[in-house]
Nanobody
Framework: QVQLVESGGGLVQPGGSLRLSCVAS????????MAWFRQAPEKLRERIAG???????YYADSVKGRFTISKDTGKNTVYLQMNSLKPEDTAIYFC?????????WGQGTQVTVSS
């Protein structure tokens, strides 16, 4: 069993920045496919950033160049630095991990970009 707890969401003006955190209940080195997803109202959940099994990062086109995923294995934490935020980034952001084909999700953190 793995618990993932996100934090760092909130209300920010367009052009602003936020950093989301996802703390895992176990060593993240043992977790696979760690990623950030988001779900906007009436839209499907989409994967926006993550790590490959080789430790490389990937990003959805919609966030490439603005968002950065990183991790601190000593803190069992994955981060999502979000810069140049746009109103269309408004969504609930979820942390995801898999272990032996079992999928784990955090509870989500709301990000609202509005003036």
């Amino acid at each position: 069993q793995v618990q993932l707890v996100e934090s760092g969401g909130g209300l920010v003006q367009p052009g602003g920045s936020l950093r989301l955190s996802c703390v895992a209940s176990r060593n993240i080195v043992s977790l696979d496919n760690m990623a950030w997803f988001r779900q906007a109202p009436e839209k499907l959940r989409e994967r926006i950033a993550g790590f490959t099994d080789l430790g490389r990062t990937y990003y959805a086109d919609s966030v490439k160049g603005r968002f950065t995923i990183s991790k601190d294995t000593g803190k069992n934490t994955v981060y999502l630095q979000m810069n140049s935020l746009k109103p269309e980034d408004t969504a609930i952001y979820f942390c995801y991990a898999s272990v032996y084909d079992l999928n784990y999700w955090g509870q989500g953190t709301q990000v609202t970009v509005s003036s």
